[in-house]
């Protein structure tokens, strides 16, 4: 202990020599195992050079597989039912109107903040983001994802995709959103360089958000014939049905339901790894200009997603499951100088970590009202470990704020220890646990059997479920949420 002591000492006291800036850049629905560092099946040269100036977490967790909770948690650092951010309309100043988000602290303390792109939640709340973090307002960070559409000059090239869910056009990057996205992150480092004070530029992409519309020339990376088909793509064996949901933003639900074929599938798989890759060329441009106007050796670059994604794995498609697929999250941090570069490590950490985390590099004052934990030991000396376990959680119904009474009738807690995956699915009014389900990751990785209910099991689940209770998770029964 005294040894990651004394290096972390050594990193803090190195990167205080000076101001360090903050590139703080996000993308959305970016699953782990396709995310980037160098998987055989994806092509992201820029992800995989950062992950060369940095350190590779490859046990991340996001606190819930949906968009506005996830990103009103790591803007915060707080807990969801501390937040009681749950649903995609509730806004996370709602319930918490005082919350210092992690940019507004650094305003608060002298830094310039920029947002470009998606950072909070993109669409429905009254308020568009959150303008209190801001040194100057948000741009392309508020619209819906179905917006994105292809936008050229003269004639609009077709598309020859076949799947309602994907597009593939022959237009240049900027015809969509990411492009024009990192144009503008470019042009705000070039107008920080010329600044004295020191910045946090939060630049957030879009994709690989469907719809899967990423321009031809990064479909033509991948050859269909070649893009594999899910490996477990049935429902694991004893898990409860609470754990399921309809998968209604690639399936649709109802009568307007559709069932989708191999070809429909590998498409789709296709048009996620060629938005991937597109995304990674934006995220190339924005390296590129950081790496030219000489702002690299100070700053701290953060990657991160917002929660993972199904393409068919366990029956689902997209997010809102507590699965390994959905909240396992890609995450890098990279410092100036840094002793660890290049390294990866099995350290499990939590997104709302970033905020204690960046305040601390950035020899800010502690935040006041977090629940995350710093990562910087973790920074000095990956085989050093901050967490026993991570938390994440979803509701169910998964989008139950459009149900007629608008309210869960189940929270389910999902506790992912260094070999586990433990999750209580409580009822909402009384607080109950009515399912359990337990993954073995040294036998099982791909969650494929629930094993919470064998009896040579019994001991873990208990372990686990002991380790869960020290998380804390409340459930406020009978509670409703504020209506928007």
Not at 367 to 382: E, N
Not at 413 to 418: C, M
Request: proline share 7%; hydrophobic share 40%; net charge negative.
């Amino acid at each position: 202990m005294k040894l990651i002591f004394s290096s972390f000492l050594i990193l803090v006291s190195s990167l205080a020599a000076q101001p360090l800036n903050v590139l703080f850049i996000a993308a959305d629905d970016l699953r782990n195992d396709l995310g980037c560092y160098g998987h055989a099946e994806v092509k992201t040269p820029n992800l995989d050079r950062l992950a060369q100036r940095g350190l590779v977490f490859n046990k991340a967790y996001c606190q819930q597989a949906v968009c506005n909770p996830s990103r009103a948690s790591i803007m915060t650092g707080r807990r969801l039912d501390a937040l009681r951010v749950w649903d995609l309309p509730t806004h996370f100043r709602t319930h918490a109107p005082d919350a210092i988000t992690l940019p507004q602290h650094f305003k608060n303390h002298g830094f310039f903040t920029q947002n470009i792109g998606k950072i909070f939640h993109n669409w429905i709340h009254e308020v568009q983001g959150d303008p209190a973090s801001w040194s100057v307002p948000a741009v392309m960070h508020f619209a819906n994802h179905g917006s994105d559409k292809a936008e050229v000059e003269g004639e609009l090239p077709p598309s020859s995709a076949k799947d309602l869910k994907c597009e593939c056009r022959d237009v240049p990057d900027e015809a969509y959103f990411d492009g024009r996205v990192a144009k503008l992150a470019v042009e705000a480092l070039e107008q920080c360089q010329a600044k004295a004070e020191p910045f946090f530029l939060a630049v957030g992409f879009w994709k690989p958000h469907s719809p899967f519309n990423a321009p031809k020339k990064y479909w033509d990376m991948y050859r269909r014939e070649d893009i594999a088909m899910p490996k477990n793509p049935e429902w694991p064996q004893d898990a409860p049905r609470i754990a399921w949901h309809n998968s209604r933003e690639i399936l649709g639900e109802g009568k307007k339901a559709r069932k989708v074929t191999d070809e429909n599938i590998r498409e789709m798989r296709h048009g996620y790894l060629a938005n991937i890759s597109y995304m990674d060329a934006q995220i190339g441009k924005v390296l590129d200009a950081l790496d030219r106007l000489k702002l690299t050796d100070s700053t701290v670059i953060v990657f991160w997603s917002d929660h993972g994604y199904h393409l068919g794995e366990q029956t689902l498609f997209a997010k809102t499951s507590n699965f390994e697929l959905d909240a396992r999250v890609p995450m890098i941090i990279a410092t100036p100088q840094m002793k660890t570069a290049g390294q990866k490590t099995e350290a499990l950490a939590e997104l709302m970590d970033l905020y204690p985390t960046l305040a601390e590099l950035c020899a800010l004052p502690k935040p006041a009202s977090t629940d995350g934990v710093s990562l910087a030991p973790i920074l000095a000396d990956p085989a050093a470990s901050v967490r026993e376990a991570a938390l994440t959680q979803h509701p169910r119904p998964a989008y139950y704020n459009s149900e007629p009474d608008k309210t869960p009738t189940h929270m389910g807690y999902t506790l992912r220890s260094d070999t586990h995956r433990y999750t209580e699915w409580r009822d909402w009014k009384t607080g109950q646990t009515t399912d359990r389900e337990l993954y073995d990751h040294t036998a099982d990785p791909d969650e494929t059997r629930n094993v919470a209910g064998h009896e040579d099991q019994k001991a873990v689940v208990a372990q686990h479920a002991a380790l869960l209770e020290t998380m804390k998770p409340i459930v406020v029964p009978g509670w409703k949420p504020v209506l928007p």
